[in-house]
Nanobody, 122 residues
Framework: QVQLVESGGGLVQAGGSLRLSCAASGRTFSSYAMSWFRQAPGKERDFVAA????????HYADSVKGRFTISRDKGKNTLYLQMNTLKADDTAVYYC???????????????WGQGTQVTVSS
């Protein structure tokens, strides 16, 4: 049983930073991709960033390139999202997800965390 537990969300002013964590357990992830998605009220769940667990290849949505950094710690089985220069538009519930491929489609992911709220005040 795969478990993903996010943490690190909160309230921050525009221009500030937050680091999200996602602790993963329940299997080995060497052949998987791990991603962050976000969902604002009344909107679809959007792709934010992804990383291949084995090689560390990263991919980003255009809206966060240059501001967000995805990384993973294999020893701790933990995924991270460092978010800098936050904007009000970044306000959303952030989810980590595990899937077989690096894709931007939420439906293609097999496992999800419960989400963590990020609120950016302008």
């Amino acid at each position: 049983q795969v478990q993903l537990v996010e943490s690190g969300g909160g309230l921050v002013q525009a221009g500030g930073s937050l680091r999200l964590s996602c602790a993963a357990s329940g299997r080995t992830f060497s052949s998987y991709a791990m991603s962050w998605f976000r969902q604002a009220p009344g909107k679809e769940r959007d792709f934010v960033a992804a990383i291949t667990w084995s090689g560390g290849s990263t991919h980003y949505a255009d809206s966060v390139k240059g501001r967000f950094t995805i990384s993973r710690d294999k020893g701790k089985n933990t995924l991270y999202l460092q978010m800098n220069t936050l904007k009000a538009d970044d306000t959303a519930v952030y989810y980590c997800a595990v899937g077989r491929w690096v894709v931007a489609t939420a439906a293609r992911y097999d496992y999800w965390g419960q989400g963590t709220q990020v609120t950016v005040s302008s």
